[in-house]
């Protein structure tokens, strides 16, 4: 059966490292894979997207990888802060239908 | 610009009640989506609509649930009869109709059926 997994523990870690986050699917081909971030109360917010034959993007302090042979995509903020702590999503899209599925998230907790 | 606006954001109902959620997506938007998130089940796509027309719904649990989207800047999902497992928050999303957006979600509505 088609499955995403992310780390339902919590990930705890001091200010100024850099947080990395796992995102790991099985049974799907997605033509691309987007990561969200939702604070407590609040909608899911996107953040970054990358496709199928892209290995990596960059975006301010994130960073994210694909590695569709591992069927892994890898998550990381660098120089962490307090602020970035909440939960982030990510999810997989396997055509043009705009369609996600979502894994259930990891929740990053910043601490000083 | 307004972002996707739900309402109501909280709702308490008994079992039995009909409860009825809206949502107004973002204007020029020609997909929404209406999701329910739970601890143990995370978020879960009911229904995605294309241009007002409903394209999947092989998400929507049962007969109890139902939504429509009348025109462009409104929909609806209605839970008739609602029971204590329909307890969660329900988010609706909306994207631009072109391959790989991101979607934009609302704050959602917590729903508490008693």
Request: charged share 20%; glycine share 6%; hydrophobic share 30%.
């Amino acid at each position: 059966s088609q499955k995403i997994e992310q780390n339902s523990e919590a990930l705890n870690i001091q200010e100024g490292k850099t947080a990395t986050l796992t995102c790991n699917y099985t049974n799907y081909s997605p033509a691309y894979l987007q990561w969200y971030r939702q604070d407590p109360g609040r909608g899911p917010v996107f953040l970054l997207l990358i496709r199928e034959n892209e290995k990596e993007k960059r975006k301010e302090r994130l960073k994210v990888t694909f590695d569709t042979t591992l069927k892994q995509s890898l998550f990381h903020i660098t120089a962490s802060q307090p602020a970035d702590s909440a939960t982030y999503l990510c999810a997989l899209g396997t055509g043009t239908a705009s369609k996600l599925t979502f894994g259930t998230g990891t929740r990053l907790q910043v601490t000083l | 610009d307004a972002g996707v606006i739900q309402s109501p954001r909280h709702e308490v109902t008994e079992m039995g009640q009909e409860v009825t959620l809206r949502c107004k997506p973002i204007s020029g938007h020609d997909y929404l989506f209406w999701y329910r998130q739970t601890m143990m089940r995370g978020l879960e796509l009911l229904i995605y609509f294309n241009n007002n027309v409903p394209i999947d719904d092989s998400g929507m649990p049962e007969d109890r649930f139902s939504a429509k989207m009348p025109n462009a800047s409104f929909s609806t999902l209605k839970i008739q009869p609602s029971e204590p497992r329909d307890s969660a928050v329900y988010f609706c999303a909306s994207s631009s109709d072109y391959s790989n957006q991101p979607q934009h979600f609302g704050d959602g509505t917590r729903l508490s059926i008693l």
